[in-house]
């Protein structure tokens, strides 16, 4: 997002300079996760990175109000995904 718009993926890569360091295209000085827009407007940030020793997943959902920091040392980062997806059902059950 620019100035509250959505910026187009191939104009990002346009504006952000490639890291010095990784030798690879498209390896970006900054990381932004992803998004999900939905009718044009974002509703929820996703963030994940990975380190040696653990996975981490960042997940805010822009219209509750929900923010969650999830860390596994499993191995696998698709466990945070479940996990988060878990959390999520076991919140929207008990608010209504």
Known sequence: ???????????LIKL??????SGKQHHM???????TVIAGAVTAIHH??????????KYSD???????????????KQTLYLLKDAILDVIHTYAH
Do not use: A, C, W
């Open 1 to 11: 997002m620019l100035d509250g718009t959505l910026l187009n993926g191939t104009r």
């Open 29 to 35: 000085e900054y990381d932004f996760g992803r998004y």
């Open 62 to 76: 822009i219209e509750t109000g929900i923010s969650m920091v999830l860390m596994s040392n499993d191995g696998n």
């Open 48 to 57: 994940d990175g990975s380190n040696p020793s653990h996975h981490v997943l």
């Open 16 to 21: 952000v300079k490639q890291h010095p360091l």
